[in-house]
């Protein structure tokens, strides 16, 4: 049987490692989005397209700048996952 402690923790520590893995990529695109949104609005230019590229772009580059830290913070997460393990089986 698990103690429920563990397994409240586990999903502490689950969801901050998905806000820290995917926080940087999302931010930077809400970012971009919300900058083409404005530029669109003071210029009346009504296409729906034209902050796909930019925002496509912009995750990319998050991907390129922040994959390694994100990387880093998976990794970490799956090793403290998978040491405590033994501790959980009986």
């Known amino acids: 049987m698990v103690p429920e402690g563990l397994v409240i923790k586990l999903a502490q520590e689950t969801l901050k ?4 893995a995917a926080g940087p990529v999302l931010a930077l695109s809400l970012l971009v989005g919300l900058t083409i949104s404005i530029l669109q609005a ?3 230019i009504q296409e729906q397209t034209l902050s ?4 496509l772009l912009a995750v990319g580059m998050a991907v390129a700048i ?3 830290w994100i990387l ?5 997460f799956c090793q403290r996952v998978f040491l405590s393990l033994p501790g959980v089986i009986y």
Request: aromatic share 10%; hydrophobic share 55%.
């Open 66 to 68: 922040f994959g390694p």
């Open 52 to 55: 796909f590229v930019p925002k």
């Open 17 to 20: 490692t998905v806000l820290l």
């Open 42 to 44: 003071a210029t009346q």
């Open 72 to 76: 880093r913070v998976l990794v970490d």
